[in-house]
């Protein structure tokens, strides 16, 4: 059975850092991704890694902040986040591709964890 779980989240001041951990289990995927959604918006992209060649994408508000990575061993990606803002404020979501093809649309993600709450305070 495949599961992504989160962990990581939390309350933090602007301009602090949280480490997010998205732990996958049943089997490895080729893609992963970050996504994001705040209170009466919609889903967005955050970031995403490739697992074989570890290349990577992020969103613009967030590129020179956050950080993804990917720890083989564990079958586990990681979202560092530094000088975090009130706007970084959403429920984080990690998502799994199977296809390889996925990049910033949401839809084509096969497999995404429960979330975790990012609260950032001003």
């Known amino acids: 059975q495949v599961q992504l779980v989160e962990s990581g989240g939390g309350l933090v001041q602007a301009g602090g850092s949280l480490r997010l951990s998205c732990a996958a289990s049943g089997r490895t995927f080729r893609r992963y991704g970050w996504f994001r959604q705040a209170p009466n918006k919609e889903r967005e992209f955050v970031a995403r890694?490739?697992?074989?060649?570890?290349?990577?994408a992020y969103a613009d508000s967030v590129q020179g902040r956050f950080t993804i990575s990917r720890d083989n061993a564990k079958n586990t990606v990681y979202l560092q986040m530094n000088s975090l803002k009130p706007e970084d404020t959403a429920v984080y979501f990690c998502a799994a591709d199977s296809t390889g093809y996925a990049l910033s649309n949401a839809a084509a993600y096969d497999y995404w964890g429960q979330g975790t709450q990012v609260t950032v305070s001003s």
């Open positions: 890694i490739n697992w074989s060649s570890g290349g990577k």
